[in-house]
T-cell receptor, first 121, second 115 residues
């Protein structure tokens, strides 16, 4: 399995500010995904973070609001820009299959970080 | 596109009773199916997965799920509930095993366990 660390684990932010969430994985991974979990809701995929190219965003999410960086195979950041109270959510980083040679096949499951709990006032 | 449906938002059982959490999927191709659990203030943990091998899948903490293609279902069961099973449970579907294949979640079911 992969060990995923997210920072910050929680934060309280003011409206109009931006926050960058970091995701660090203990091994090289092909794909990293960013999910949002709004209060009492399920998980919604924001984007897929591709190493060496721009992130791929899902419908309803745009790069200006949620810029993503993926500088290497073990790290990614998600920024929530110009925050409003509607952005109050848990943001989760997840990773897919390890790169070849890194271990046994994981048959498609994703591993998740503990999440970053964001409250916007 | 693939999707999963979890009927109901809350299930309450007595300690020691059978746990049954329902999940139905929709997919144009044979799916990979997963159950995840989320304990309060924690991230998601994989309970079990179906990957086209055995249709009855055993997971952690005594949970198991059976893939029934004819019913397009992947219900999660546990013979005897424990207080520590109280959590949010998510069913998820993935179309392919590629690392860039999306995982689509159901809306989740909250399991409560009564003493």
């Amino acid at each position: 399995s992969a060990v995923i660390s997210q920072k910050p684990s929680r934060d309280i932010c003011q409206r109009g500010t931006s926050l960058t969430i970091q995701c660090q994985v203990d091994s090289q991974v092909t794909m990293m995904f960013w999910y949002r979990q709004q209060p009492g809701q399920s998980l919604t995929l924001i984007a897929t973070a591709n190493q060496g190219s721009e992130a791929t965003y899902e419908s309803g999410f745009v790069i200006d609001k949620f810029p993503i960086s993926r500088p290497n195979l073990t790290f990614s950041t998600l920024t929530v820009s110009n925050m409003s109270p509607e952005d109050s959510s848990i943001y989760l980083c997840s990773v897919g299959v390890l790169r070849e040679g890194q271990g046994t096949s994981l048959a498609g499951e994703l591993f998740f970080g503990e999440g970053s709990r964001l409250t916007v006032l | 596109a693939q999707s999963v449906t979890q009927l109901g938002s809350h299930v309450s059982v007595s300690e020691g009773a059978l746990v049954l959490l329902r999940c139905n999927y929709s997919s144009s191709v044979p799916p990979y199916l997963f159950w995840y659990v989320q304990y309060p203030n924690q991230g998601l943990q994989l309970l079990l997965k179906y990957t086209s091998a055995a249709t009855l899948v055993k997971g952690i903490n005594g949970f198991e799920a059976e893939f029934k293609k004819s019913e397009t279902s992947f219900h999660l069961t546990k013979p005897s509930a424990h207080m520590s099973d109280a959590a949010e449970y998510f069913c998820a579907v993935r179309k392919a095993t590629g690392a860039n294949s999306k995982l689509t979640f159901g809306k989740g079911i909250t399991l409560s366990v009564r003493p």
